[in-house]
């Protein structure tokens, strides 16, 4: 039975021959599967490139995408799945972060009926503490606002079914966040708990910008939340200025009261005005959600360019 083993790669020219050893000794042990190993070459500008190349000479299980950039990480592996043609993918980082070691116990899940089986990283010792904070917060954050809930600490080491690969391909977004698409499509679920290894060598190729960045995708891609702000706003300026312009205009004009007959004519107009601002930012909201509908439509560009490839 196949099963294709999806690596993006970003100048990890150190890391790629240490994966293929331990890819090799995984897969000795395993005579009933076969593998495939797509790399997927996502720009890099070291070795990388010519490294699986010249592997992919010598051994027919090796394959590759090689993108015309660097087009990210989520970019990099829905290619990998776009190609892939085994009866189950796997998706797994190159800097061995992921132990090539758990595979058995992924295929052991998978073989007992589980369609998705997710990584659940119970420690990380590559991350300090301030990065093990981020992670919590990101993740208590996101599943208050977001429409698709993400386990906390799940990694991209993942297996998935080929009936779930074949919906995933379905999936158009241009800025996306592969676990979470994942997630969306719901499915029979299973886990492998796992410590993270430290790199082997290299450095981290996610900098805390660019975790920041992925962080304000995932959170404008799977929240409306921010264009529903602008009308919370107004709805709630709305509120409380409709409220106390309404009752300052009884209380000054039918019940005469001390209280409201204090406002100047001043405070008033100023107060129709703040109110006013809540019915445009109201309106501003519900403009907004009209435009995402257009943008998510009209954005058509493809997800990918492949510069070259051996599939």
Avoid at 157 to 165: G, N
Wanted: aromatic share 14%; glycine share 6%.
């Amino acid at each position: 039975m196949l099963i294709s083993i999806i690596i993006p790669i970003y100048n990890e020219e150190e890391n790629i021959p240490l994966l293929m050893t331990e890819f090799k000794k995984v897969f000795l042990a395993l005579p009933n599967y076969q593998a495939e190993f797509i790399f997927v070459d996502d720009g890099s500008t070291d070795n990388s490139g010519k490294i699986i190349k010249d592997l992919a000479e010598t051994d027919p299980a090796i394959k590759y995408l090689e993108l015309s950039r660097n087009f990210g990480k989520e970019i990099a592996t829905t290619a990998g799945f776009n190609f892939a043609t085994g009866e189950a993918v796997i998706m797994i980082d190159a800097d061995l972060q992921h132990p090539p070691r758990l595979i058995p116990e992924f295929l052991k899940k998978w073989e007992a009926g589980a369609e998705v089986v997710i990584g659940i990283k119970t420690s990380n010792k590559g991350h300090n503490f301030i990065q093990r904070f981020c992670s919590y917060l990101f993740y208590k954050f996101i599943n208050t606002v977001a429409n698709i809930k993400i386990v906390p600490h799940a990694a991209d080491f993942r297996l998935l079914d080929k009936k779930v690969v074949i919906e995933f391909n379905r999936f158009t977004e241009k800025t996306r966040m592969t676990r979470a698409l994942i997630n969306w499509l719901g499915f029979k679920r299973d886990f492998v708990y796992f410590d993270a290894e430290e790199r082997r060598s290299g450095k981290a190729k996610y900098s805390f910008f660019k975790l920041l960045h992925l962080a304000m995708s995932s959170f404008v891609a799977l929240s409306i939340l921010p264009l529903r702000l602008a009308g919370y706003l107004g709805l709630f300026t709305i509120f409380i200025f409709g409220s106390f312009g309404f009752y300052i205009f009884l209380g000054k004009y039918f019940f005469h009261t001390q209280f409201a007959s204090s406002f100047s004519g001043t405070a008033q107009l100023a107060i129709l005005l703040i109110f006013l601002v809540g019915v445009i930012l109201s309106c501003l909201g519900l403009i907004a959600l009209y435009i995402a509908n257009v943008h998510n439509e009209v954005t058509n560009r493809p997800l990918y360019v492949i510069r070259n490839k051996k599939i």
